[in-house]
Structure formats: C-alpha cells, structure tokens
C-alpha cells in the first residue's frame, strides 16, 4: 500500500479513538498531531491565489480568539491530544500584536511541541529577534517572484523589498534554515521559477513550490490552468541537475530533490497532481476558534461557542476528538463532485 492509499473505514471507532481518550484519529486510522493554528484572518497582501484584491469581510474581532484562548486550545491539543507540532500562521500572523506570546507560551508546553510559523515576512526585520527569543523553532516565508513589477501584479502590493528584507532578517535572527513557500501561476510567474531556485541556493534557503491549489476567493481556480508539479520539475530540469532526495518522506507533504548533486534540495508540494491525503497528520484552528479536519472541509466544529460558556479542557478535547473521526479520506480536487470550500485560504490558514 502506498502513503496515499487508506485502509478500508472502520465504521464503528474503537475504544481507543473514542472520544474521552487518546489523540486525535479519524475512521481511516489516521493520527493528526501536527496543528496548524490562523491568528488573524487578515493580509496586508492579495495575493492572487489567496484573496480577491478588495479584500475580504474580515471576522468581527469580538469572534476572534483571544491570545488566552488561543493559547489553551494549544496547551490542549499539546497535552491532551498528542499534537507534536504547532505552525502559526494566516492571514498574516505577523499583524496579530500578540504573536510572540503566544509563540512564547507554545514553546513552554511539555512535551515541547516543534513550533513553527508560516508568513508573507512582512515585519519580520522588527520582530524576527523575538520570536527567535521566544523560541521558535522554524519559519516559511512566502515569495512568488523576484521580479517587482511581477510581485505588484501578484500580490497588488508593492512589497518586495520588505519581503526580502524580511528573509535576510530570519536568517540573522538564527531562524534557520529558512525555507522559502512559491505557488506558480501560469503566465504570470512560470518564468520565476529557476530565478527563485538561485536565489534561494545563494542565500542558503530552502524553496519549496506548493501546486496552487482550489482556494481562491474567486473560486476562479481550473485544473487545466494550474501549474503541475511536473511543469515545474521540468522548468527546474532545464538549468539544474535534479535527483529524488532518497530521505524518507513520512507524513511531509514536499517531495525533495536533491539539487546538483546536493546538499540543497528543492521541495515540491503536489497537493492537487499527487495528494498526500492517505499519510496527512493535521488538524486546523481558525482564528474564530472553528477546527477544521481538513483544508479542504465543508464543516467546522465550534470550540469558541463551549469555551466562552466554561467548557472544561476535557469537554474541548472531546469536541476536537469528534470533529477529527469525520475526516474525510481525500480531498476529492479531481472528483466531479468537488465544492471548494466557503471559506478562502486566507480565512483557513494555510
Ligand atoms: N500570509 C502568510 C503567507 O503568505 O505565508 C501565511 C498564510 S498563507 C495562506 C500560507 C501559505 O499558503 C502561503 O505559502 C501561500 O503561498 C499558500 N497559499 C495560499 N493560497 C494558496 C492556494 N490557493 N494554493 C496553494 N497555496 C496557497
Ligand atoms: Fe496574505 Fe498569505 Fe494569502 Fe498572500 S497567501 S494574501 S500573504 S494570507
């Protein structure tokens, strides 16, 4: 059986998945232990794939979590649910002025779950130093193109520099190694893909592509204009020796390679060409508290309403447990019958 492949549902869930107990499995057997957490629904980008450039009707703020809130949804996943992993991210994390806090009060959880962040790098030269302060472990910045006329086009911002600037201060602050998030859309940013590569070669940090994938505000996404992983392996191809990183792969969604020769790599995340749902071992929480089993997940479970009213951590982590055992078996992109979401990237987390 190969990762993508899931065992026959077990219908009825056993003694050991039932809520009340244990970690967070689904009817497939799937355990997920890495979380991953939106601060804020908000963007100061727009990224075309992302967000419309009107922007969105952001959550109301009295439905967003508070930094208190957040954090002991965190402490339960980590102490109760078995998460060994928490990626704080968006919208863009770094416009929640509690960020480092809560960066702070995941990394004092024991066990230690690895915490990471996921981030356009806007601001990061400001706030780079205390989060590595605070502990953090990893961090993903996002850049589509070196180009800045093609960067406004994108992301209808002219914020290049910052970006970059954000990068290098990852990179002083120890925030090591950076690793660098690029969706390719076709006709507007194909042609970055080796300039991307070289960059992140010469500045020592790791690029990994991601399929875009059906989550678009717009819902303007089609399966025939996306950029594969395939087109991008053989844009690659054409100016650098590519050989599969033999590493295992485990629950990780990129595959790597090692780049002539190595030991840089370059990832790719075929989300959509080659799904990864049969090995995915997370869970989301939304800025307003929903948890989502999946990306890609028509329903949420509410964990802000029962908090508010007093829930004990016990009754939260029965919620999250529930609302984990209806995972779906695969996100179902090449299904005719696939909806996309309600909800945008941004307003998910990605
Ligand atoms: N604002 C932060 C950032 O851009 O890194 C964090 C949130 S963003 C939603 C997280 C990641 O999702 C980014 O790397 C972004 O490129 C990616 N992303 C957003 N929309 C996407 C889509 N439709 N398909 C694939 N990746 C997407
Ligand atoms: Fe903002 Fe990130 Fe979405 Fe771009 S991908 S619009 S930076 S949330």
């Known amino acids: 059986m190969t990762s993508t492949e899931l065992p026959t549902p077990r219908l009825r869930p056993r003694a050991d998945d039932a809520p009340g107990t244990g970690g967070l499995v689904d009817r497939y057997g799937r355990v997920a232990t890495d979380l991953r957490v939106s601060l804020t629904d908000r963007c100061n980008l727009r990224c075309t794939y992302c967000m419309p450039p009107e922007g969105l009707a952001w959550l109301p703020k009295v439905e967003v979590l508070t930094d208190d809130e957040v954090a002991r949804l965190v402490r339960i996943g ?14 863009e994390p770094l416009l929640r002025p509690g960020l480092v806090g809560i960066v702070a009060a995941a990394t004092a959880l024991s066990p230690r779950p690895e915490v990471s962040l996921t981030t356009n790098g806007i601001g990061l030269t400001r706030v780079a130093p205390a989060l590595a302060a605070a502990g953090l472990d990893r961090i993903n910045v996002s850049l589509d193109t070196l180009d800045r006329g093609r960067f406004q086009q994108l992301a209808h911002r002219d914020r290049l520099a910052d970006v970059l600037a954000g990068l290098a201060a990852a990179q002083r ?9 690029a969706v390719l859309m076709r006709g507007i940013n194909e042609i970055d893909a080796v300039p991307l590569l070289d960059f992140c070669l010469e500045h020592g940090y790791q690029l990994r592509f991601i399929e875009q994938m059906p989550l678009d505000a717009h819902h303007a996404w089609t399966r025939g204009e996306m950029v594969t992983a395939e087109d991008i392996l053989t844009r690659l191809s054409q100016a650098h020796d590519l050989a599969p990183d033999v590493e295992e792969r485990g629950s990780a969604p990129a595959e790597r390679w090692l780049v002539d020769g190595g030991p840089a790599t370059v990832g790719v995340i075929a989300s959509v060409t080659r799904s990864f749902c049969g090995a995915c071992d997370r869970t989301r929480l939304t800025a307003d508290g929903q948890v989502r089993n999946c990306l890609f997940a028509r329903e949420e479970s509410d964990l802000r309403t029962p908090l508010r009213e007093g829930a004990t951590d016990e009754e939260l982590a029965d919620r999250w447990r529930v609302a984990t055992l209806g ?23 990605g």
Do not use: C, W, Y
């Not at 980590?78 to 919208?91: A, D, N």
């Open 327 to 349: 995972k779906l078996p695969g996100h179902g992109i090449d299904d005719p019958s696939f909806l996309q979401p309600a909800r945008p990237m941004s307003a998910i987390g």
């Open 78 to 91: 980590v102490e109760q649910l078995g998460i060994r992993e928490v990626r704080f991210t968006g919208g």
């Open 173 to 181: 602050a120890g925030l090591t190694p950076v690793k660098v998030n």
